[in-house]
């Protein structure tokens, strides 16, 4: 059972930043992946980021383009996406993922969910 819990989200005017915070509350688990999700309204759920919990490796969507930062701390369970430079249109429901891959971080497969957190960047 794995339970992650973000946090950090709001609301920012356009080029602002916010740091979204995931802690992972794992009791069993093999997953070896987490990543970050989001959901703009009436769009379907984008992957964002994604990085080993062994820190070997980390994966970007094409659209990040160095706008987020994803990063972990594991003294604290705990994964973080530091998103810069906002624009409207990364509005959305984040959510944070884990999960397990065996060989690419883009073909991971997740198998537990957060229950997001809402970014609203106005212009």
């Known amino acids: 059972q794995v339970q992650l819990v973000e946090s950090g989200g709001g609301l920012v005017q356009a080029g602002g930043s916010l740091r979204l915070s995931c802690v992972v509350v794992e009791r069993t688990s093999s997953t070896n992946v987490m990543g970050w999700f989001r959901q703009a309204p009436g769009k379907e759920r984008e992957f964002v980021a994604a990085?080993?919990?062994?820190?070997?490796?980390?994966y970007y969507a094409a659209f990040v383009k160095g706008q987020f930062t994803i990063s972990k701390d594991n003294t604290k369970n705990t994964v973080y996406l530091q998103m810069n430079s906002l624009k409207p249109e990364d509005t959305a429901v984040y959510y944070c993922?884990?999960?397990?891959?065996?060989?690419?971080?883009?073909?991971?497969?997740?198998?537990?969910w957060g229950q997001g957190t809402q970014v609203t960047v106005t212009s």
């Open positions: 990085a080993s919990v062994n820190g070997a490796s980390i």
């Open positions: 993922a884990a999960g397990t891959y065996t060989g690419f971080l883009r073909e991971a497969r997740y198998e537990y």
